[in-house]
């Protein structure tokens, strides 16, 4: 079967057809040699088979399936010719990837955007089969006298293939700002019985301290075409906005909306179909260097919110350096909560339930110290890793956990990896969990209350963990995941 994207007239120009053009980014085909065995490849976190990925997109829930679709390059393991990829998942942990979704027409390419399963069949696709699957994204002009514009496209066969609405031509034309004005996120919105589309539209001025970044809200009745609703103006805004309401404690009679961009700068507010309104008090979800452009999934079945983001190398990219076919990789699928602490209500993340899948074998210790720890830890090996421990801030003042080589200190109430800090809650009991890949940490403080995540590889011959100190510490509990792969 063909995975190609059904386009028309407005493919005319492309050169030498459009045909050839599209049929030259459908190169899934040429990666069937992938086993998934290369040294340096993510054992638990996705990654496409090949070449380059980043920004997850159009994250949605459908008749039993998780759709992760995401920016991709088809031709190179470096950024470019920017097309959405594919992968499916019915737990969100164990991923299957699928021919890429989305092509590259006429004179652009396609960046980040979402999706939603159009249940109203507002768009009026809907067949007796299947609810339309709706794809938006900003269409990224080659041409640098051409402005971006955001458009759309639909599926009614579970997102394999998709078909561009109007031809491709913009739904949400480009509103002056910025050429590069870009990643629309869409989602239904019950109490106004209306779709929202927000976008991000201009970025702050970083010498000019008057100067604000801009999202923009727009509303649809039918998925084609928007009203413009309000603006959302902040120096910190900067692409791949996401706008989603959050339970706080847990009560459903208490609701919140958190808008979030792409370095996870938050803030948490009411949003009433047409105005998002907060206390304007900015906070940071992740206090590392590689979590961005994070997305939600849209449809979740089962009243959670859940979060991917794009675990970005940076300048040394382990990847291109040690030539692995692949190029990148996503976090840990997370949820989102939100707490009330005695800072205010504050945004919490862990990672899914569903890891527990990939247990192999698992050891639990209670009230147990440092020292016969250490003993029944010395002869254990370890290669993928999700430890959890708590212990009492009162009696344990500083020490070291040493996960495979990763130094993760305890010092003056807070954790420190790297010289990157994680502070606590400053309660009495305090909690550490740490998922370890074969190139990336993932550090969670106090049930998530604070976030690091980051780039890290531990030599292969070191399995080991243990526990550094000059005094005895006493952990209340210490629980140690082996975890296996997620590549069948």
């Known amino acids: 079967m063909r995975y190609l994207l059904i386009f028309t007239a407005i493919l005319a120009q492309a050169q030498p057809s459009a045909e050839v053009m599209i049929d030259s980014f459908q190169t899934f085909d040429t990666y069937s040699d992938i086993k998934y065995d290369e040294p340096l490849r993510p054992q638990f976190h996705f990654s496409s088979k090949k070449n380059w990925n980043n920004d997850p997109n159009g994250m949605v829930y459908y008749k039993g399936e998780y759709h992760l679709f995401f920016q991709h390059n088809p031709k190179s393991i470096h950024w470019g010719n920017m097309t959405w990829g594919h992968a499916v998942s019915q737990d969100m942990v164990q991923w299957e990837q699928l021919p890429h979704a989305i092509l590259p027409y006429g004179n652009g390419t396609i960046f980040s955007g979402t999706a939603a399963v159009d249940y109203p069949n507002s768009l009026g696709e809907n067949t007796e089969e299947e609810e339309a699957i709706v794809a938006y994204f900003t269409h990224a002009q080659n041409n640098r006298n051409d402005d971006y514009y955001q458009a759309a496209a639909f599926s009614t066969d579970r997102g394999r293939t998709f078909q561009l609405i109007d031809d491709g031509r913009p739904l949400v034309s480009n509103q002056g700002f910025d050429r590069g004005e870009r990643d629309p996120k869409i989602f239904w919105h019950e109490p106004s019985k209306k779709w929202i589309l927000v976008l991000w539209i201009k970025r702050a001025d970083k010498k000019n301290l008057e100067d604000m970044g801009k999202v923009r809200f727009f509303s649809s009745i039918d998925l084609k075409n928007w009203e413009k609703l309000s603006d959302f103006n902040r120096r ?253």
């Open 236 to 488: 910190w805004v900067y692409e791949c906005m996401d706008l989603v309401e959050l339970k706080v404690d847990g009560n459903p009679q208490n609701k919140k909306w958190l808008i979030y961009d792409a370095s996870f700068d938050y803030e948490i507010g009411t949003f009433d179909g047409k105005i998002l309104a907060t206390d304007k008090k900015a906070h940071l979800g992740d206090l590392g260097d590689a979590y961005y452009a994070a997305q939600t999934f849209n449809n979740s079945p089962d009243d959670r919110t859940v979060i991917i983001g794009w675990l970005r190398t940076g300048k040394n990219n382990i990847y291109v350096d040690n030539d692995m076919p692949f190029n990148q990789q996503m976090s840990f699928p997370a949820t989102l909560e939100l707490k009330t602490t005695p800072e205010g209500i504050r945004l919490f993340r862990w990672p899914i339930v569903e890891i527990k899948n990939l247990y192999q074998k698992s050891w639990s210790f209670k009230d147990i110290s440092s020292s016969p720890l250490n003993e029944k830890l010395k002869d254990l090996k370890f290669e993928g890793i999700d430890l959890l421990a708590t212990f009492n801030r009162d009696h344990s003042q500083n020490f070291q956990l040493n996960i495979r080589g990763q130094l993760l200190t305890f010092s003056n109430g807070a954790f420190n990896f790297n010289g990157m800090k994680l502070p606590t809650m400053n309660q009495k009991k305090v909690s550490i969990r740490v998922l370890l890949d074969r190139t990336t940490i993932e550090i969670f403080v106090d049930n998530g209350f604070t976030v690091l995540s980051t780039y890290a590889v531990s030599a292969p011959e070191n399995g080991q963990i243990s526990i550094e100190s000059d005094e005895t510490i006493p952990f209340n509990v210490f629980e140690v995941h082996q975890v296996g792969s997620i590549w069948q």
